[in-house]
């Protein structure tokens, strides 16, 4: 009896010892799962840390990644310390969808401009900032001025001149650096694009970032390309004037009158402009009067290229611009009411 009695405890005592394991090794179990969701939950806050980071890069460069943002929009705080905070997937939803919107918007605004816009970036000789260690140049026209190369043009300066340093905004600064104890630099841009477009005010921002407080002279020769939408010319050309007032305030102003095929309402609105500007305009009539028998190029005149290379003028609209002698004639005009102050 006593045999069957030990071999009942000892039996009682391995089921005890049994279940005690049992649960030790579930509850170690437990805080081992519970100390993985732990890291994991840690590394996640690292991760999302991280991205965010990433995301506000990402937005103020406006490289945005829509899959990115729909992944982070539930954060609690998905914040672009520029430009907007949002803590919900809904809001940075409609965020992606203004901005798609507003993208479309300015893709149409854009291709509407594109080709004016890069036709200006041609035509542009070069872009100096004004310094007050210079003596700073900026010379506004058309073809006359400067013209991008083309099938029937070779160079970047003004169009049937024979050579860069013919025309007549070379010869104005060369003139320019014989006169001023400072470096002259010189900044040419090509306005064709305002005189074309049917709402010249909204070209300006295109021009303001070439003058500053330092910009010492400006000279503007414009209003052969223009054909139509004059209505309010007088009214464009002022704000022109104006703007250019207001970004180089201590600049001398010139505006030379039409030297090729003038027209009386072009001329009547630059004359109104400068003088409610109180900028000086300078009559072309010298110009004008040698023009055919003296300062008009030909067809068949020789001029050098960007490419090295001589070229004959083949193009009728090329032939009618000034030769050599008109853009000294014109340098002249402009050099006979230039102040320099030394």
Not at 47 to 68: A, H, M
Not at 106 to 131: F, N, Y
Not at 165 to 173: A, N, P
Not at 207 to 227: H, M, P, R, S, W
Request: charged fraction near 30%.
């Amino acid at each position: 009896m006593k045999k069957w009695n030990c071999l009942i405890l000892v039996l009682l005592l391995g089921v005890l010892i049994y279940f005690a394991g049992q649960q030790q090794t579930q509850e170690v179990s437990l805080a081992i799962e519970d100390t993985e969701v732990l890291e994991e939950t840690e590394r996640m806050d690292a991760f999302v840390s991280e991205e965010s980071s990433g995301g506000k890069r990402l937005r103020r460069d406006f490289e945005w990644n829509e899959e990115d943002l729909e992944a982070y929009a539930d954060e609690e705080e998905y914040e672009d310390e520029e430009y907007y905070e949002e803590e919900s997937e809904e809001d940075t939803e409609e965020i992606v969808e203004e901005t798609e919107e507003e993208t479309e918007e300015e893709t149409e605004e854009t291709e509407d401009t594109e080709e004016d816009t890069e036709q200006d970036k041609k035509d542009t000789l070069k872009v100096i900032p004004a310094s007050d260690e210079t003596f700073d140049y900026v010379a506004l026209g058309n073809s006359v001025t400067c013209n991008a190369v083309s099938d029937f043009w070779w160079g970047n300066w003004g169009m049937a001149a024979t050579a860069p340093e013919k025309d007549y905004v070379h010869l104005v600064s060369q003139w320019l650096g014989g006169q001023s104890s400072q470096h002259v630099s010189t900044t040419v841009i090509n306005l064709k694009s305002w005189e074309v477009a049917s709402d010249r005010n909204n070209k300006l921002e295109n021009y303001e970032q070439y003058f500053n407080e330092y910009t010492d002279l400006v000279t503007i020769q414009t209003g052969e390309n223009i054909t139509e939408h004059k209505e309010a010319l007088d009214t464009e050309y002022s704000n022109m004037l104006e703007m250019i007032k207001e970004k180089a305030p201590n600049a001398q102003i010139l505006m030379l009158g039409e030297v090729l095929w003038p027209a009386e309402d072009i001329e009547k609105a630059k004359k109104e402009a400068c003088d409610e500007q109180n900028v000086t305009f300078i009559e072309a009539t010298d110009f004008l009067n040698g023009y055919e028998a003296f300062y008009k190029s030909a067809v068949g005149a020789e001029v050098n290229g960007n490419d090295g290379s001589k070229h004959s003028i083949a193009d009728g609209t090329v032939a009618a611009h000034p030769n050599d002698e008109g853009m000294a004639c014109i340098a002249q005009l402009f050099i006979n009411h230039i102040k320099v102050n030394n």
